[in-house]
């Protein structure tokens, strides 16, 4: 079948995509992500997270400041904190600065993409793109695979 | 820890619901060693930790954890229904009970738990619950024997429940 320039089109994306790497920096800082992942969730009612290694190294220090995603309707990060007598609170992090050379862990028990309003539930072996928008206009859109609901980690 | 432990179970006096609608209280725990936790099934990160770190717990115990209840009580009795809490806990290990009643039961049960719990609002007219994250272990008779943290490594966590499961002594601590 001849293709239509449209079906060229996308699968000139299509390729494009396969070829780049999970993590790869879709503007101009330097921004390495690695190990990223979700959980399954049940329906929509409860909230998301994803959870990854975000690498500057780039030479100067940069702030995650925002995420976009298209199966959250209130994307943020969020930090989980547990105090000296055992009791644990989450609250919105902020900007998050990146030193230079520096790694920052969005780890179950600490900071954490907290996907608020899923607009649909999130299945395991599937995965979603996750965009994280930093202080100098720079966007890192990352491919984050959906592990079972009891996954502990980035290896299940 | 602050000095705050649980009293012992057969001092407590709270009621409330499993996840199969049956009715449990402080003696449904008595006469086996039990872990008891804190948490709610909207929060996304610690409590499905929590839960994730418990099943790998129980799997490393093998056969000695048959003998072990371990029950997870919801601090957001307003959304965790028994319903919700059959759903969620069917994700996680089998032996993992849940528990839920009224508002008033679960303030009462997180008392006698020496459990402190807030809730938080947040944007959008949604709330977010601060509570006590720790993994409480009591021996067969009911005393409570120690505590793991949030997120402790197993190599301190399983050895602790070790020690609850073969602790038939009646007072400990």
């Known amino acids: 079948m001849r293709k239509t320039p449209i079906m060229a089109k996308a699968a000139a994306l299509l390729a494009f995509f396969a070829m780049t790497p999970i993590g790869a920096n879709a503007g101009t800082s330097d921004i390495d992500v690695e190990n990223a992942w979700s959980r399954a969730s049940i329906g929509t009612a409860r909230p998301g997270v994803a959870y990854m290694d975000i690498r500057n190294a780039g030479d100067d220090p940069v702030s995650l400041v925002g995420l976009r995603t298209d199966v959250s309707g209130m994307p943020e990060i969020h930090r989980t904190s547990t105090d000296g007598s055992g009791v644990s609170s989450m609250a919105p992090a902020g900007d998050v600065m990146i030193g230079p050379g520096e790694v920052v862990a969005l780890e179950p028990g600490g900071l954490h993409a907290m996907l608020m309003r899923l607009q649909a539930p999130l299945r395991e072996g599937d995965s979603f793109a996750l965009q994280l928008l930093f202080s100098d206009g720079s966007e890192v859109t990352v491919m984050v695979p959906i592990l079972g609901i009891a996954a502990r980690g980035p290896n299940g | ?173």
């Open chain 2, 1 to 173: 820890m602050d000095g705050l432990r649980p009293i012992p179970l057969h001092s407590m006096s709270f009621r409330l619901t499993d996840h199969e609608g049956y009715d449990v209280d402080p003696e449904t725990l008595i006469g086996h060693p039990s872990m008891v936790f804190f948490g709610f099934t909207f929060c996304p990160d610690v409590c499905p930790t929590t839960l994730s770190d418990i099943s790998g717990w129980l799997d490393a115990l093998g056969p000695e954890a048959q003998a072990l209840n371990v029950v997870f009580i919801t601090i957001d009795p307003e959304r965790d229904t028994v319903e919700a809490m059959a759903e969620y806990v069917g994700y996680f290990h089998p032996a993992i009970r849940g528990w839920t009643g009224s508002v008033e039961q679960i303030s009462r049960a997180a008392e006698e738990f020496r459990v402190r719990w807030e809730k938080i609002p947040t944007e959008g007219g949604d709330y977010t619950m601060n509570h006590t994250a720790s993994v409480f272990l009591f021996n067969s008779a009911g005393r409570f024997v120690s505590a793991i943290d949030y997120h402790e490594p197993p190599e301190f966590a399983v050895p602790k429940i070790r020690r609850a499961l073969q602790d038939k002594k009646e007072g400990t601590k």
